[in-house]
C-alpha cells in the first residue's frame, strides 16, 4: 500500500507548490484550476491527482524539464465557470514569466477565457474536451483542443453505432437519443449529430438533463415512449450512474447506451452497480496501471509517500490516466519549446510555440513510458487537435473490456465543419486569420 494522508502529503509537497514569491528563474509555474469537491470532484480529484503525480514524476526521477523544475498551484474552481474564470485571473501572473499555459478539465471554463488567453498569450489547453472548432489554429492560435475533439469523437461514435447495426447504410431510419448534460459541454456535439443524421438518414433526439443531473425520470420516460434504438450518454459526474440506473429501472439494455469519454470511467459505473453492466463508452485511452510510466510513479512518488491520490485502488484509474496524459504533452509542449528558445524558464507565448510544433511519434511514447497508454500526435499552425482517433469499451461490472482498436475519425466530415464555425467566429470577433501556408 502506498497511501498518505493530505495532511502529510501537503507538507511533504510544500516545496514544490511554492508561494509566486519564491519562484526562482529556474523553475516552471504551471497553474492548476481543479475540482475535487462536488458533484463532480469524482473524476476531478482522479484527474488533477494524475496531473501532479507526474509533475512530481519529472521533477523527482529527471530533475525537472532539462534541469528546469515545475511548480504549481491550486485554485478550487468546484466546476463552476465563474469561479474558474477567477482562478485564471488569480493565477495567470503567477511565475518567473507568468503562467505557463491553463487546463481547466471544463468546457465551460474554456469557452469563457478563450478571448483572455489571446490577449494574456498563454496556451489553453482543452485536451479531449472543449470548443471543436478551436481545433483550427488560424483563428485560434492559443488555443489547443489535443489528441481528439468532440467533435471527432463523435464522428467516429456513429461509425461505431454503424458497425453493430451491420454497415453505415443500415443506420437509415434509425432512432439514437442524445442525452447530454444541460452546460456547453453537452450541447457541442448538437452541430454534429444533426449533419450525420442528416448525413446517413436517422433521427436524432436531442433530450437536455439538468445540472447536476441526479432527477432524469421524466427523460427517461420519453426515451421509453421513443422506443430509440440507441442512446448516446453526454454526462458528466453523478449525472452518469443515475442515467445508467435509471435506464436500468425503465428496461432499456445498456449495451445499446454509447457514452462519451466522461462518461467512461469506474467513478462513472461504480456507483450504478449491476445497472451498469454491458454500458459501452468511448475513449482515447484505456485504463490500467501496467504501463511503464505506473511502475516509475510507484517507484519515485508513491513509494517516497508523495502520491497525491487518497484512495490507491485510483491508481490507473480511466481518470488518473487521463490525468498523466494531460501532463505528458503539458511537459512536452514545454519541451519542445525549450529546443528552440533553450533550456529556461519560459513564457506562455514561447510554450504556445513549442505546443504548436509538438510531434510525439510511437517511439517518443515508448520512450515517455506511454506506449499502448496514448495515441502518437502531430500538431501544426493549422491543426491544433493533432490526433482523432477513438476506442470503445465495455463494462463487464468489474473493468473496462476494450472492444475495438483505434477508430479514426471521419476528418473530411469534421474538418471543414471546423474551418466554417471558426470562420463565423472570426467574422463575430473581427479576427484576421493567420496565414498557415508555412506550416
Known sequence: MFTTSRLLRWFLLGAMTLAPSLVLADEQFIPIPSYRTGPYGGGGSAIFGGMIDYYN????????????????????????????????????????????????VSTGATYAVLERAREDRIPLLSIGYGRTDSADGRVFPYVFPLVTTYWSQNSAKIRFIGLQEGGMDKLRGKVIVNLHHGSGYGR??????????????????????????????????????????????????VM???????????????????????????????????????????????????????ADLRRYIYEAGRGDLEDDSRFGSVYYNRGLITAMISVEGIRTAQARFGERTLSG?????????????????????????????????????????????????????QLTDWIEADKELVRPMIEASAARYAEEHGITPRDCSGG
Open 57 to 104: 514524476l519529472i521533477n523527482e526521477r529527471d530533475g525537472g524539464v532539462n534541469g528546469v523544475r515545475l511548480v504549481w498551484e491550486e485554485c478550487e474552481t468546484e466546476y463552476r465557470t465563474p469561479k474558474a474564470v477567477a482562478c485564471y485571473e488569480q493565477l495567470k501572473h503567477k511565475g518567473e514569466k507568468g503562467a505557463s499555459l491553463f487546463q481547466f
Open 188 to 237: 457541442e456535439t448538437i452541430p454534429i449529430l444533426d449533419k450525420q443524421a442528416h448525413l446517413y438518414g436517422f433521427k436524432v433526439v436531442h433530450i437536455e438533463v439538468p445540472h447536476p443531473g441526479t432527477e432524469q425520470q421524466s427523460q427517461w420516460l420519453k426515451i421509453r415512449r421513443l422506443q430509440p434504438d440507441w442512446v448516446i450518454l453526454r454526462g458528466w459526474g
Open 240 to 294: 452518469n450512474p443515475t442515467a445508467l440506473k435509471t435506464a436500468f429501472q425503465s428496461g432499456f439494455p445498456r449495451d445499446r447506451i454509447v457514452g462519451v469519454w466522461f462518461a467512461g470511467a469506474e467513478e462513472d459505473v461504480e456507483p450504478a452497480g449491476e445497472a451498469a453492466i454491458g454500458f459501452v463508452a468511448a475513449g482515447f485511452h484505456p485504463g490500467g496501471d501496467g504501463f511503464p510510466v505506473h
Open 349 to 401: 507565448e514561447e510554450i504556445r510555440w513549442g505546443f504548436e510544433n509538438l510531434r510525439l511519434t510511437e517511439e517518443d511514447l515508448a520512450r515517455l513510458g506511454f506506449k499502448g497508454l496514448a495515441q502518437s500526435l502531430e500538431v501544426s499552425c493549422a491543426d491544433h487537435e493533432g490526433g482523432g482517433a477513438v476506442m470503445f469499451s465495455r463494462w463487464d461490472g468489474s473493468k473496462w473490456v
